[in-house]
């Protein structure tokens, strides 16, 4: 859409990359290899984040059924 592509647009001048929920990434670099390379870290931080938040949920609920 014209919405998300301005926007995008707007953090692109600020940022070197942009995640949209449901859309995916956007990058720039110098090369291709450096855009790309941008786009595979945060694709390894996402997955990072999402093991410990996972990894964490799953120490609450041990937790309370250890309360219980």
């Known amino acids: ?3 998300l ?3 995008t647009a707007k953090v692109m001048r600020d ?5 949209w929920r449901l859309h995916g990434v956007f ?3 110098n090369t291709f290899d450096e855009a790309f390379g ?3 870290a945060i694709d390894k931080a996402a997955d990072w ?16 059924e250890q309360h219980q």
Request: hydrophobic share 50%; glycine share 4%.
């Open 38 to 40: 941008l786009v595979n």
């Open 5 to 7: 592509a301005n926007a």
């Open 49 to 64: 984040a999402m093991r410990l938040n996972e990894s964490f949920w799953k120490r609450v609920m041990m937790e309370r």
């Open 27 to 29: 990058a720039s670099g």
């Open 15 to 19: 940022f070197e990359a942009c995640v």
């Open 1 to 3: 859409s014209m919405e």
